[in-house]
C-alpha cells in the first residue's frame, strides 16, 4: 500500500514537472519579453499616476452625464436622446467635457508617458546590450514594447467602458441595445489606435535621442502644437489669405471649407475628435458642410453604425496610417542602431 501511494506521488510530482516543462517550451522569446514588458508598465509609479488621472477623469465625466441623464433622455429634440449610454460618454452641463474630449487631450499624455524612455533609458543602463546578447531578435525587443503598451491601453479603455455600461445597468436599470454596446467597442478601438499613434511616436523619439527627457520634450512639443498652436496658425493663415466670404459664391464657400477642415485634419486630435463624434452621436451625418440640395429628401432619423463607420473610415484609416507609418521608422532607425557598451 505504501509503495503504491508513493509511487502515485511520484507520477504526480512528475506529471507535475512535465507539465510545467511543457509550458516553459511553449513560451516563445516574444511572449517572455512581452510578459516581462507588461508587468514592467504596471508595476511602474508612472502608470500607477496615470491611472488614478484616468480613472478621476472618468468618475468626473460619469458624475456630470448622469447628473443630468435625466434631462437629456427627455429632451425629445435631441435626435440621440434614445441612445441611453451614449448620452453617457456626450451629455455634459459644461462644468466639465464628455469623457471623449478628455481622451482627445490626455491620451497623448498617456501615450508619450509610455514610450519616451521605451529604448534610450534601457540603453543608457546597459541592459539592452545584455538582453540583444541573447538568441533572440532585434525586431522582437521593439514589437515587445509597442505590442505590451497597447495590451495595458487596451484593458484600460475596456475596464472603464464596462465599468460605465455596468454603472448605467444598476442606475437606470435600462438594457444595453446591441448597436449601443458596438457604438462604445468601435469608440474603444479608436481610442486605442488614437494613443498607439502617440505610444510609437515617442518610442520613435527614444530610439532617435539617447535622453528621456530629450525625447519626451520633443513629443510634448509636438502634442502641444497639434493641441493649442495648430488651430491658432490656420485661423491666422485663413484670414490672412482667404478672400472675404462675402464676396464667394456658395460653391466657392464649401470648397474653401472643405480645404480648412482638411487642413484642421493633419493634426491627430483633430482626427480623432471627427471620428469617435460621429459614432456617439448617430444623427451626424457628415463630416462637412453640406448644401441644400444634398440635404433635400434626407431623413432626419439616427445613421446605422454601418453607415457612421462609412462616415469615419478616412479618419480610422488615416490614424492607423500615422501610427504604421511611425512604428515603420522607429523599426527603420533601430535596426540601423548600433548598439555598444
Not at 119 to 127: A, D, H, I
Not at 265 to 284: E, F, H, I, K
Request: hydrophobic residues 50%; contains cysteine.
Amino acid at each position: 500500500m505504501k509503495s503504491a501511494i508513493t509511487y502515485s506521488k511520484g507520477l504526480s510530482v512528475s506529471e507535475t514537472k512535465s507539465s510545467q516543462s511543457s509550458s516553459t517550451q511553449q513560451k516563445t522569446p516574444f511572449g517572455v519579453m512581452l510578459q516581462k514588458e507588461v508587468s514592467g508598465i504596471v508595476h511602474s509609479w508612472k502608470f500607477v499616476v496615470l491611472i488614478i488621472l484616468m480613472a478621476l477623469t472618468f468618475f468626473g465625466s460619469m458624475y456630470v452625464s448622469l447628473s443630468n441623464i435625466s434631462k437629456a433622455f427627455k429632451n425629445l429634440s435631441d435626435p440621440n436622446h434614445q441612445f441611453l449610454y451614449l448620452k453617457l460618454l456626450t451629455t455634459t452641463d459644461g462644468t466639465l467635457p464628455p469623457f471623449h474630449v478628455f481622451i482627445s487631450f490626455i491620451g497623448p499624455l498617456l501615450g508619450i508617458s509610455l514610450g519616451f524612455d521605451a529604448v534610450n533609458t534601457e540603453l543608457g543602463s546597459g541592459t539592452l546590450i545584455r538582453l540583444l546578447a541573447q538568441p533572440i531578435y532585434r525586431d522582437n525587443v521593439l514589437l515587445s514594447k509597442f505590442v505590451s503598451a497597447l495590451i495595458v491601453i487596451s484593458t484600460l479603455f475596456i475596464s472603464l467602458s464596462l465599468l460605465m455600461i455596468g454603472g448605467g445597468l444598476l442606475i437606470t436599470g435600462v438594457r444595453i441595445e446591441p448597436e449601443e454596446f458596438l457604438r462604445i467597442l468601435c469608440f474603444v478601438i479608436i481610442s486605442v489606435v488614437y494613443v498607439g499613434f502617440w505610444i510609437s511616436l515617442s518610442i520613435l523619439f527614444s530610439i532617435k535621442f539617447r535622453q528621456a527627457a530629450a525625447s519626451a520634450l520633443t513629443a510634448i512639443g509636438i502634442w502641444m502644437f497639434f493641441t493649442i498652436f495648430f488651430p491658432l496658425i490656420v485661423n491666422l493663415v485663413v484670414k490672412a489669405f482667404l478672400p472675404d466670404p462675402s464676396f464667394l459664391s456658395q460653391g466657392e464657400m464649401l470648397s474653401y471649407n472643405h480645404l480648412i477642415l482638411d487642413i484642421m485634419r493633419v493634426s491627430p486630435s483633430q482626427t480623432y475628435s471627427d471620428a469617435v463624434t460621429t459614432l456617439l452621436m448617430p444623427s451626424v451625418r457628415s463630416l462637412g458642410p453640406l448644401t441644400m440640395e444634398q440635404m433635400a429628401g434626407a431623413i432626419p432619423s439616427p445613421l446605422s453604425l454601418k453607415e457612421s463607420l462609412m462616415v469615419v473610415w478616412p479618419q480610422v484609416t488615416g490614424l492607423i496610417a500615422a501610427t504604421l507609418l511611425c512604428f515603420a521608422l522607429s523599426y527603420y532607425l533601430f535596426m540601423r542602431k548600433e548598439i555598444k557598451s
